[in-house]
């Protein structure tokens, strides 16, 4: 089983910044994506970005791009995602997820963490 938490939520306001990281844990496998997610109130869950296991390959919604940034750290186990320039309407819980080489979907997903951003 594989276990992944996020951290790094909060309060903040328009115009300011937050990092968000999600740590794996548990079985490991050779290769996967991961993928950060999030879900406001009374709204579907909407992809955010993705990075291959190299890190040399990156995928934004259009909402975020040239705002939020996905890097990861293989040794650590960790992806971030650094939130610059927030939105009210980037105000969602925020997900991340793993997916393994061999499958097309995200199998594993974290608990997610509050993102709020004040006007």
């Known amino acids: 089983q594989v276990h992944l938490v996020e951290s790094g939520g909060g309060l903040v306001q328009a115009g300011g910044s937050l990092r968000l990281s999600c740590a794996a844990s548990g079985r490991t496998f050779s290769r996967y994506t991961m993928g950060w997610f999030r879900q406001a109130p009374g709204k579907e869950r909407e992809f955010v970005a993705s990075?291959?296991?190299?890190?040399?390959?990156?995928y934004y919604a259009g909402s975020v791009k040239g705002r939020f940034t996905i890097s990861r750290d293989n040794a650590k186990k960790t992806a971030y995602l650094q939130m610059n320039s927030l939105k009210p309407e980037d105000t969602a819980v925020y997900y991340c997820a793993l997916r393994p080489s061999y499958s097309d979907n995200y199998d594993y997903w974290g608990q997610g963490t509050q993102v709020t951003v004040s006007s």
């Open positions: 990075i291959t296991w190299s890190g040399g390959s990156t």
